[in-house]
């Protein structure tokens, strides 16, 4: 971040100061203990994220306050009055809730630790990393490489896989139930087809029709039986009426034995006699004849009709049966139509399962495939992924960066500083450890950066800060911005100061870069080098 103005109203000493940063060069920040030369850096994170580096609910130095910070082509101003803090950005929004004016300061310029560990390098932060200890070391690396959005991405994909592990459990359950669903339901399928086969019913049309011919026989036969009927009746009346003629021929015959005539009393004579004897004799055989004829017309109708008789019982025999044939074939078919109907409607859940399985197998393999994608992204976002290989990647870069910064800002005379960083420490059971080592070689007798004294750990600290900030510019594509070194001297001899001043004055070639320290002395130190020299005193910048 680019700073170009900061103006400050009772920000701690500070009663009312503006200040003009120049575009590039090295500025001189000089001042006795408390005048407010720290303050300077305060004031933009106070300004712009709403803390300190010494607090993080800092209190203004009275109930009234306000802050203007230009960085970036942006204008942030934040007021503070007896009731409520408000900040302004140049595009008109203002927020009075810190956390919404800081959601909107980190979109425009990122957080503060990270501007904190690009930009501002102090006696109190400087030894941060060094110290650090090996996971926490870690986690700041991470951040200021931005590879701690791989946890979100981590996290989140976790996440996502949780969901579709359990969408696709629920799948493949889904799949299971349609499978066997599907199969049982072909099984009724084949059961339903075979009953189909058990029973095969009557044509009930042709029975139907023998049905009706059999009636249309019995009918005649009824017919037939009625006129033979009558037949038999008139041959029976013809013998009745030979009977009756003979009888009454033989009654004719008995009177004329008697010689007198019963109803008139008259003698009959012989000639009479003969005469009627003739008559009766003709009439006794005509009227045997005649009965001769009746009785075998009579046989022969009695036959007939004894014959016509069993026809029609057999035809109602036939007909009875017929009947119930009609019957049990027409509950036949509708128990077979029944069957007909249950296979459709199998035949139907046959083809809803067929269909609901296939879906189901789209809904599994678009599940799996979700699930395989996560899980490569899962591996490669994991602490063994892509994350481990760029962190690897950034630590020899940092290593190498950093031996550079160190080469420069070394004592001549001292044995040779070789910084060495380890992405995975090992631990006494050979297991590796999620952190970064540090090793300094040739530090402390060859005990480390704890055994070095505190000049020589000044110079590591700068070297390896200087060598964090440029990667960490390089990581979050950030433009070399203003850069503050606060009290970086204090633990360094004259020909650390000089190593570290030059080092400074290169950086300061193509930004500015605030150099603040107590010590006057310096001044004469950085002769030549300087843009400008503030001198602070009591709250006020005096331009040296
Ligand atoms: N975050 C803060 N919270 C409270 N007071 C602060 C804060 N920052 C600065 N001050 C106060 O403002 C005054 C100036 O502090 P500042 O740190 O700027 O001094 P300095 O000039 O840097 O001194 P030194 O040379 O000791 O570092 C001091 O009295 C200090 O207590
Ligand atoms: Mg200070």
């Known amino acids: 971040m680019r700073v170009s103005k900061i103006e400050m109203e009772g920000v701690f000493s500070h009663e009312d100061t503006t200040v003009d940063f120049p575009e590039r060069g090295l500025v001189l920040v000089t001042g006795r203990n408390g005048s407010g030369k720290t303050t300077l850096i305060e004031a933009v994170a106070l300004c712009l994220w709403g803390t300190t580096f010494r607090k993080r609910n800092p209190g203004w130095s009275g109930d009234k306050g306000r802050v203007v910070v230009q960085a970036n082509d942006h204008k942030i101003e934040r007021v503070k009055t007896k009731s409520k803090v408000k900040t302004t950005f140049d595009d008109k929004t203002s927020f009075t809730r810190v956390r919404d004016a800081l959601e909107h300061t980190t979109t425009l310029f990122g957080s503060f630790d990270i501007w904190r560990r690009i930009n501002v390098f102090s006696s109190r932060d400087v030894a941060r990393f060094t110290t650090a200890t090996d996971a926490f070391r870690k986690r700041m690396l991470e951040e200021l490489l931005g590879l701690d959005r791989f946890e979100v991405a981590s996290t989140a994909c976790r996440e996502d896989k949780k969901c579709v592990i359990r969408e696709y459990t629920a799948a493949t359950y889904g799949l299971d139930q349609a499978q066997s669903e599907l199969q049982t339901a072909e099984a009724r399928l084949k059961d339903a087809e075979i009953s189909l086969d058990e029973e095969e019913p009557e044509n009930v049309e042709a029975l139907e029709d023998s049905y009706s011919i059999v009636e249309g026989k019995i009918a005649r036969t009824a017919v037939a039986l009625r006129s033979i009927n009558r037949a038999r009746k008139e041959a029976d009346k013809a013998v009745w009426e030979a009977d009756q003629a003979i009888a009454h021929a033989e009654k004719h015959e008995r009177l004329l034995e008697g010689g007198t005539c019963s109803s008139c009393g008259q003698k009959i004579t012989e000639k009479m006699t003969r005469s009627a004897r003739v008559d ?17 017309h009579r046989e022969a109708t009695e036959e007939q009709y004894e014959n016509l008789k069993a026809t029609k019982h057999k035809l109602t025999q036939k007909h009875y049966g017929l009947h119930s044939r009609v019957e049990s074939a027409k ?18 859940d046959v083809i809803d399962f067929t269909d609901t399985v296939a879906e189901c197998e789209q809904d599994e393999e678009k599940t799996r495939k979700e699930l395989e994608t996560l899980e490569v992204v899962d591996r490669v976002l994991s602490t063994q992924g892509v994350r481990a290989h760029l962190l690897a990647n950034a630590l020899s870069a940092i290593e190498a960066v950093a031996n550079s910064w160190l080469g420069r800002v070394a004592a001549i005379d001292e044995t040779e500083l070789v910084l060495k960083l380890s992405s995975y ?11 970064i080592g540090l090793e300094i070689e040739g530090a402390g007798n060859g005990h480390g950066y704890e055994a070095a004294s505190s000049g020589e750990q000044r110079r590591i600290d700068v070297a390896l800060m200087l060598a964090l900030a440029e990667m960490a510019e390089a990581a979050h594509g950030v ?4 850069l503050f070194f606060d009290e970086v001297f204090d633990a360094l001899d004259e020909e650390g100061v000089e190593a570290v001043r030059d080092v400074i004055a290169s950086l300061a070639e193509d930004r500015c870069v605030l150099l603040i320290t107590h010590n006057d002395q310096i001044k004469t130190q950085l002769k030549g080098l300087l843009t400008e020299h503030w001198h602070v005193e009591e709250g006020e910048i005096k331009y040296a």
């Open 331 to 348: 509950a036949a078919t509708r128990r077979q139509e029944n069957r007909e109907e249950r296979r459709k409607k199998i035949a139907e």
């Open 280 to 296: 009766v004799a003709k009439a006794r055989a005509t009227a045997t004849g005649a009965r001769k004829v009746a009785k075998e």
């Open 479 to 482: 433009e070399s911005g203003t």
């Open 425 to 435: 420490a090992e631990r006494g059971d050979g297991s590796l450890k999620d952190a």
